[in-house]
């Protein structure tokens, strides 16, 4: 079978796309046959490398996968051969009390495909059954891939970790990422104002059409004081921050007072300062945040099933073309998901 994968880090050229033999499933796991595999900076991170981690060389990378189900372990009950499934993309232990208490993203062993363990840059691979989650009929796998990841990110940020309230004001840093346009998406179904943020006429107007009621060019205005001549000079409730140093300060200065900032990433580098006298003296609250349980997960599909929120997909590559899906998604070119075809 065909595979992409990376022998060391490094830049686009680092992946190469050869051959492998075909994997064996254990008994509890399920054969599946990958139809499409979406991108996430995680990607970018793994293949280029990450400072004090090391990864098992050669590394399949891929985190939102969905496909068919070609072969079923001995001791698979629920799954069938035929299924259109995605997969959650975090894999647990299922075992630990944090498993078990539901918090599986707690867990000490809980990792993601394409970054712990292989992920779906491949043509087939064997999976815990546990992963698969079946799709409905009228849903095409680029969509179903397009949508694990980024929903049930957004999904534990804003739900679990802001605590988000119908009808309040948020400003989510970057809509045209596929963290950033889901966010967009569960704001405005809980009837919330959005403030959204993108670079270029392009990515504004499209992140309109998702549903902002304003938005803020991050390249050219200054976040802060566009998002206080929005609210009357309050600031936002909620902050949807994954930017990192090149947003954080302007995310600050738009909170308004008791207002929440949850954030989940650093694209733009991870130190950042922090005056605690704002801290204190507004009662914000400041919130990290990573992934999101199974539990979330069935949770936020359940609107995607039911075209409540929609995956937003960029563009579509073949994954011999996977260098070049690469260096879009590292040049900001896109809005939304970039989708693999195997």
């Known amino acids: 079978m065909k595979v992409a994968r990376i022998h060391q880090h490094g830049g686009p050229d680092a992946l190469v796309y050869e051959d492998v033999a075909e994997p064996a499933i254990k008994a509890n796991q399920i054969l599946l046959r990958v139809r499409a ?18 990864f098992a060389m050669p590394h399949v990378l891929g985190s939102d996968i969905a496909g068919e189900v070609v072969a079923v372990g001995e001791l698979c009950e629920r799954v069938k051969v035929g299924w259109r ?16 208490a539901g918090r599986d993203n707690l867990c000490r062993r809980y990792t993601i495909y394409g970054y712990g363990v292989d992920g779906g840059d491949t043509e087939l691979m064997a999976v815990h059954e546990y992963s698969a989650i079946q799709i409905p009929d009228d849903m095409s796998f680029e969509e179903a891939a397009a949508a694990p990841l980024v929903f049930l990110t957004a999904w534990h940020m804003l739900m679990d970790r802001a605590k988000l309230a119908p009808g309040e004001d ?112 507004k009662n914000w609250t400041l919130a990290g945040s990573f992934m999101g349980t199974m539990g979330e997960l069935h949770d936020v599909l359940r609107f995607v099933f039911r075209k409540q929120l929609r995956p937003v997909i960029d563009r579509v590559y073949p994954l011999a073309e996977i260098r070049a899906a690469h260096e879009r998604l590292e040049n900001k070119e896109q809005f939304g998901k970039i989708v693999l075809l195997p």
């Open 37 to 54: 595999c979406a991108l996430n900076h995680l990607d970018l991170f793994v293949r280029a490398g990450i400072p004090g981690l090391q």
């Open 170 to 281: 948020v400003l989510v840093l970057a809509a045209s990422s596929g963290v950033g346009q889901a966010a967009v998406q569960i704001a405005k179904l809980f009837h919330c104002r959005v403030i959204a943020t993108a670079g270029g006429d392009a990515k504004l107007a499209k992140a309109k059409e998702l549903g902002a009621d304003y938005v803020i060019d991050h390249y050219r205005e200054d976040i802060a004081a566009q998002v206080k001549k929005f609210t009357g000079k309050r600031g936002v409730d909620v902050v949807f921050e994954h930017v990192g140093a090149a947003t954080w300060p302007h995310s600050l200065a738009s909170l308004a007072p008791a207002g929440r900032l949850v954030t989940c990433g650093n694209t733009t580098g991870w130190d950042v300062k922090l005056d605690l006298r704002f801290l204190f003296s």
């Open 85 to 100: 499934v995605l997969l959650s993309p975090g894999v647990s232990c299922r075992q630990c009390p944090q498993c078990l």
